[in-house]
């Protein structure tokens, strides 16, 4: 089997083009997200310098991670082996 760096035929490996995808699809899809949670959160009438309600818009993460949160802690440390090193 010859080098594929003699050859000069390097493949790549399709998990660049994925990631490349999801990476750049990921921020789209957030960054619209963000601005609709920016725009229901926006307070009718601004105090000072503050005209977004952040505690709303924070809870919003808060409640998506919490079922991962809590089912990590149930599990435990399964992933250690088992004479106790990590």
Known sequence: MKNPRQTGKVEHPPQGLIAII?????????????GRSMDQH????PNGSI???SAAI??????????????????GNRHCLHDGRH
């Open 22 to 34: 999801l990476w750049g699809f990921g921020s789209l899809v957030g960054t619209y997200l963000a």
């Open 42 to 45: 926006k307070l009718a009438a």
């Open 51 to 53: 005209t977004h309600d």
């Open 58 to 75: 924070w809870a919003i993460p808060a409640r998506t991670a919490r079922p991962s949160s809590v089912s990590s802690a149930i599990r």
